[in-house]
Nanobody, 124 residues
Framework: QVQLVESGGGLVQAGGSLRLSCAAS????????MGWFRQAPGKERDFVAA????????DYADSVKGRFTMSRDDAKSTAYLQMNSLKPEDTAVYYC?????????????????WGQGTQVTVSS
């Protein structure tokens, strides 16, 4: 069982930056692939980024490539999402997710554990 708690959301102007954190409970964080997803009002939840258990492989949605960077710190059992050059269309609730997985990245619909979400609002 893994519990995830997101933090770091807030209100920022377009062009600004935020760093989201996802703190995980449990002693096997290093065995889990981690993902970030987001859901804007009235829309479905979308994949944003993922990182494998070792940090050697990452993947990003086309809409955030070059602006967002996902990383992890296994000593702190925490995953991060650094978001730069934010746009109003990045406004959403951001969710952290986890799945025990191998060297590759899990399918985007294959995460087992989810956090409660953190709101990111980008003003124009």
């Amino acid at each position: 069982q893994v519990q995830l708690v997101e933090s770091g959301g807030g209100l920022v102007q377009a062009g600004g930056s935020l760093r989201l954190s996802c703190a995980a409970s449990g002693r096997t964080f290093s065995s889990y692939a981690m993902g970030w997803f987001r859901q804007a009002p009235g829309k479905e939840r979308d994949f944003v980024a993922a990182i494998n258990w070792s940090g050697s492989s990452t993947d990003y949605a086309d809409s955030v490539k070059g602006r967002f960077t996902m990383s992890r710190d296994d000593a702190k059992s925490t995953a991060y999402l650094q978001m730069n050059s934010l746009k109003p269309e990045d406004t959403a609730v951001y969710y952290c997710a986890a799945r025990r997985w191998g060297a590759t990245l899990p399918p985007t619909n294959g995460y087992d554990y989810w956090g409660q979400g953190t709101q990111v609002t980008v003003s124009s």
